[in-house]
């Protein structure tokens, strides 16, 4: 009977987190389109930050409750099921134009910060406070550039007329906030539970259930995207998910609490910078994903999954 409460709650965690983050992005883009503020700097900062509330949501409550293992492997699993499961899916379904500044500017950011990410792991074995600062100023100044370029833009000026008032919108703002932090805290515990129940890893338990429930909101952006037509979505929301969950998710957590990276957790970090650098040479070679490569990538996420399971 335990078991089964566990799992509604991890469920029901799950459905906090996704409804809280759209809540919260809802309420926060239309609190700035009252201010006037233009669409697309809301679209680089509030709709960016708040598509990655359940990834942040959960790795910082693993990371206060001391489950480190399953703060990282939600970070290192959601970019992997970013890569490997959404792009291949999408790319199956058909072909993926990739936007050629994306190409030169975001994508080797990504790669970067996750090469950094893994040398700070090797020299150190472990996330502390001042690489979490590092790792925040980065963002910072990466989301600074970016405003920057983008108030440069025409486009930037437009401002989207608010849905709703000032009192709506704090009202959504409150309670996305509150859904983020009880789904983060049901999905925590529930994990837990079910990992020292199972005798299965906290690692193994944050590099699956955790990290794909978390990336729910962007497998349906995605896909809903992909339904509309609106291709260039797709990988632009992928790409920036992964940057932030590496700079700021990690970044924040480890400047609250340090975080000890297990050995076994190489072989993931390693095997995300090889599948990033493999995302990074498809997109490179045609401007595209196309379905070879959509089925190649997809083939790597099922072989990723059944060793980790294997492993544990």
């Known amino acids: 009977m335990e078991m ?3 799992i509604a709650l991890l469920i029901i965690g799950f459905v906090f987190l ?3 983050a759209d809540m919260f992005v809802d309420g926060a883009s239309n609190i700035a389109y009252n201010f006037k503020i233009p669409t697309l700097i809301v679209g680089l900062t509030i709709v960016a930050f708040g598509t990655s509330a359940p990834e942040a949501a959960v790795s910082i409550a693993a990371s206060v409750a001391g489950n480190n293992a399953i703060s990282i492997g939600n970070v290192v699993g959601s970019n992997i099921f970013n890569l490997l499961c959404i792009i291949g899916i999408c790319a199956l379904i058909g072909t993926l134009p990739v936007d050629k500044e994306l190409l030169k500017r975001d994508f080797p950011v990504v790669l970067g910060s996750t090469v950094l990410l893994v040398l ?3 020299l150190f074995g472990e996330l502390s406070r001042v690489i ?3 790792f925040l100023a980065l963002i910072i100044i990466y989301v600074y550039l970016m405003v ?3 108030k440069s833009n025409p486009e930037a000026s437009e401002v989207q007329e608010a849905k709703f008032g000032m009192g709506k919108s704090i009202i959504f703002l409150i309670i ?3 859904g983020i932090i009880l789904g983060a805290e049901f999905v925590v515990n529930s994990a837990s539970f079910l990992a020292s129940m199972f005798g299965l890893s906290d690692t ?3 590099l699956t259930i955790v990290a794909i429930g978390t990336s729910l909101p962007e497998l349906v952006t995605s896909l809903t995207a992909l339904k509309k037509g609106d291709t260039g979505i797709v990988i632009g929301n992928i790409i920036g998910s992964c940057l932030f969950n590496i700079l700021f998710i990690l970044g924040i957590s480890s400047a609250i609490v340090p975080m000890p990276i297990a050995p076994t957790m190489m072989t993931d970090l390693i095997f995300l910078v090889a599948i ?3 995302s990074y040479i498809f997109a490179n070679t045609k401007d595209k994903f196309d379905r070879k490569e959509g089925l190649v990538l997809f083939v790597l996420f099922i072989i990723y999954m059944a060793f980790v399971i294997i492993r544990n």
Do not use: D, E, R, S
């Open 132 to 134: 979490g600062i590092l």
């Open 120 to 122: 700070f792991a090797h």
């Open 4 to 6: 089964i409460i566990q």
């Open 276 to 278: 990033t650098a493999l």
């Open 18 to 20: 996704v409804k809280g």
């Open 204 to 206: 193994l338990i944050g």
């Open 148 to 150: 920057k370029k983008a």
């Open 176 to 178: 996305g906030l509150i």
